[in-house]
């Protein structure tokens, strides 16, 4: 293990029975990883380090012990780690730059909580924080068109907007319910009802051209529920068109990246995979198999597949050679 993975272990060590006491009943496994940002199997590692720590003697009733139950962990006995880790000097006054710049950024929408939060972590960092001020940050969407969006949220007011499709390279125009706003990854996303799709959508902000507050309320029908993102923006319809493809070693990263419904090993290509993804835009999936160059061959759907064969064989046509086929 290197010097930083050991002090960061040790710093996790440290805080992990705080955080497990402010927790009596008990936490999921999963949830405590994901707090402290490191695998379960890591995390797991941890606990059973801890059941070796503990108060000179190191007998029984001497060392931390903790209590599983099933996917739970909670901690029975302490050993005196019961006192949070404080913030360093440096670590508050970040903490406070970031929090300062922060309420600067328009739409936000928690402004009370960040206050609070600003003034706790304020007095953690002492004088050293009097001197910070906020720093420049690009936000990733325009503005005005969050000004707007921001204002039909709290008016509960419909929103009419144009909005630019990457997939099909389109720019629609749509009246929507907004039901929240959401800040992902750096960009700003409104969740609403679109009249026109009939359902829950995100609208990315950078991608909106233009966007006002009609006079008539937002009315989000009963069936309008907000999307759990744990897992990502991208959550195609179950629902959707599924689409198989075979991918080859280099090409394996489109599992990570985009939510896949199975994967599964092959040897044709050799050190491969197979992949079913959904998506309700074939034309991106189209897309997506020719810019992997060969290295993506669809299995289905066959339609799919003839297109993505057709569009290898014109385009090696302009060039006089001969085509491979994407498709299985």
Known sequence: MTTTGTTDRMTRLLALVP???????????????RDFG????????DLELLWMCGLPGYGPGDLI??????????????????RPLRLTTDEAVALVVAL????ELPGLAEREAVSRALAKVSAAAGHAGDRVTPVAVSVDAREEALAVVRDGLERKRALHLHYYVPTRD????????PMRLLLVDGKWYLEAWCRRAEGVRLFRLDRVDDVVALDEPAAPPPQAHERDIDNGVYQPDPGSPAVRLRLSRSARWVADY??????????????GLAVTVRTQDLSWARRLVASLGGDALVDEPADLAT???ADARAALARYGGVATDSAG
């Open 19 to 33: 955080y497990l006491t402010a927790r009596p009943e008990g936490v999921l496994v999963a949830e405590a990883a």
């Open 170 to 177: 389109e720019r629609t125009e749509r009246t929507v319910d």
């Open 65 to 82: 012990d903790l209590s599983f139950e099933g996917e739970r962990v909670r901690v029975t006995f302490t050993a005196g780690m019961v």
């Open 307 to 309: 297109q993505v064969a």
């Open 258 to 271: 985009y939510p896949v419904d199975s994967v599964s090993a092959v040897d044709d290509p050799p050190g």
């Open 100 to 103: 300062k710049t922060l309420l």
């Open 38 to 45: 490191v695998s379960e199997r890591q995390l797991r590692s």
